[in-house]
């Protein structure tokens, strides 16, 4: 079965530096894996995908991803942070076989907290 | 494009009575929808998929007479938590597929939390 780990509930950064936030999968066979951005009193929103082809990934707002295998991570990076980056941000994997976007399994998500 | 929208976007009841969450497709057709459930500091856990037309399909633990999934049109579903007791007290969220653009990408509504009293 899939399973995400997000190995920090919160992380902290002033504005301008960089943000590396963690995350590690399991996985039977090769995974789909994605990161959703939730802002307060907002849906969430696809930050980027990875499913098998570059293993490093670019999102919008100039965050990107790097899928590793050997370590079965897939952090989430972005040189320098902006205050407007402060949100709630989940990793998510794809469950089963050629299921695409469908069949989610959500990490728990990392607060990301923004400073002056 | 591609909003989607629940309403309410939080509610109260007392425990028996029951709660009607609706999920919409502002300006795209869904021909699947998806029902999650997520407690405090806790993941989205997904409960069922809902298809336009036909029945919903549950995951495994979750009572489908508890929790009434309609999806009547493409632009809507439903969830109707019945009988509800504390322990439904949750934050349910719902998301949609634009059945034009047919990428498989979900589209999240912005979630309802419950609280039963």
């Known amino acids: 079965a899939q399973s995400v780990t997000q190995l920090d509930s919160h992380v902290s950064v002033s504005e301008g530096t960089p943000v590396l936030l963690r995350c590690n999968y399991s996985s039977s066979y090769s995974p789909s894996l994605f990161w959703y951005v939730q802002h307060p009193n907002k849906g969430l929103q696809l930050l980027l995908k990875y499913t098998s082809a570059a293993t490093l990934v670019k999102g919008i707002n100039g965050f990107e991803a790097e899928f590793k295998k050997s370590e079965t991570s897939f952090h989430l990076t972005k040189p320098s942070a902006h205050m407007s980056d402060a949100a709630e941000y989940f990793c998510?994997?794809?469950?089963?076989?050629?299921?695409?976007?469908?069949?989610?399994?959500f990490g728990t998500g990392t607060r990301l907290l923004v400073s002056p | 494009g591609a909003v989607v929208s629940q309403h309410p976007s939080w509610v109260i009841c007392k425990s028996g009575t029951s709660v009607k969450i609706e999920c919409r497709s502002l300006d795209f057709q869904a021909t699947t929808m998806f029902w999650y459930r997520q407690f405090p500091k806790q993941s989205l856990m997904l409960m069922a998929t809902?298809?336009?037309?036909?029945?919903?399909?549950?995951e495994q633990g979750v009572e489908k007479d508890k929790f009434l999934i309609n999806h009547a049109s493409l632009t809507l579903s439903t969830l109707t938590v019945t009988s509800a007791h504390p322990e439904d007290s949750s934050f349910y969220i719902c998301?949609?597929?634009?059945?034009?653009?047919?990428?498989?990408?979900?589209?999240f509504g912005e979630g309802s939390r419950l609280t039963v009293l």
């Open positions: 998510v994997v794809s469950r089963g076989m050629n299921t695409g976007f469908q069949k989610l399994v």
């Open positions: 809902s298809n336009e037309g036909s029945k919903a399909t549950y």
């Open positions: 998301s949609a597929e634009d059945r034009a653009k047919n990428t498989g990408e979900l589209f």
